[in-house]
């Protein structure tokens, strides 16, 4: 069977990895998707993957995404503080999920909607499918030592790019049986800018350690996205404009290969 009809016939899961501000091309995947009328049935995020993910999980047209990322101050959102797990608070993630969406419940989602993320302490997946969406999204972009960590039902949690970063195995768990896969860090290669501060020293690092780890999780994906995102750092949000079109063009060209 091929893969029009495989992702036709079968429930198709949509995979949104990590990758701080990179995240804004994966506005313009969702782009790309609706164009092909694509029927997404399950949606999983990591990171930023499950900032852009609950937004679409809760009815969220890519237009509207697109609004928000726009209104966004990456750095803004985590108030600068002095704690001893983390620098920055990512209380104003959650602030704004609230604000867009509503004090709402992981199981209210219009689309059926998991967030990844990791317990610090044992080092296990915790993958998010019911609670409060906020306390989610921002456990989920809680990258270790940038934020402080998330406490909830006796866990700290983090980010989960750490145990699973473009998440495909919470989907196949959630019924999806044709995988759309988005990894934003696949074809990006370093610019050889140095840091300017201990924040992206931070995102750097993570963002190293998480690149390997990703190319086997990328392998269960019926249709991987891969935007090459080698010209963006992970912090300016002036870039989101660029950064959709490119998740726009390397989406339409895997779905036009593929579907």
């Known amino acids: 069977m091929g893969l029009f009809k495989k992702a036709r016939k079968g429930s198709v899961g949509l995979a949104l990895g990590g990758g701080a501000v990179l995240g804004a091309a994966h506005i313009g995947v ?79 989602a219009t689309i059926p909607f998991a967030a990844v993320t990791t317990d610090i302490t044992s080092g296990e997946k915790v993958v998010l499918r019911e609670g409060n969406l906020a306390t989610a999204v921002m456990a989920s972009t809680c990258i270790p030592g940038v934020f402080i960590p998330v406490e909830t039902d006796d866990r700290l949690l983090v980010d989960g790019g750490l145990v699973e970063n473009v998440p495909i195995t919470p989907l196949k768990e959630m019924g999806a049986d044709f995988i759309i896969a988005v990894d934003l860090n696949g074809k990006r290669q370093p610019r050889g800018q140095k840091p300017e501060n201990i924040v992206e020293v ?23 996205i891969q935007p090459n995102l080698s010209q963006f750092n992970l912090v300016e949000i002036s870039q989101v404009d660029d950064l959709l079109e490119v998740g726009y063009s390397a989406a339409r060209t895997a779905l036009q290969k593929n579907l």
């Open 30 to 108: 969702l782009k790309a998707l609706e164009e092909k009328e694509v029927d997404i049935r399950y949606i999983a995020g990591t990171s930023i993957g499950a900032f852009v993910g609950a937004f679409y999980a809760f009815g969220n047209n890519w237009v509207e995404i697109e609004a928000i990322a726009k209104d966004l101050n990456w750095l803004d959102i985590s108030g600068i503080s002095i704690p001893k797990l983390g620098l920055l608070s990512n209380q104003k993630m959650g602030e704004l999920i609230r604000e867009k969406i509503g004090d709402v419940s992981l199981d209210d």
């Open 202 to 224: 931070l995102l750097r690092t993570f963002d190293i350690m998480i690149q390997s780890a990703t190319k086997h999780q990328t392998e269960k994906a019926d249709i991987l």
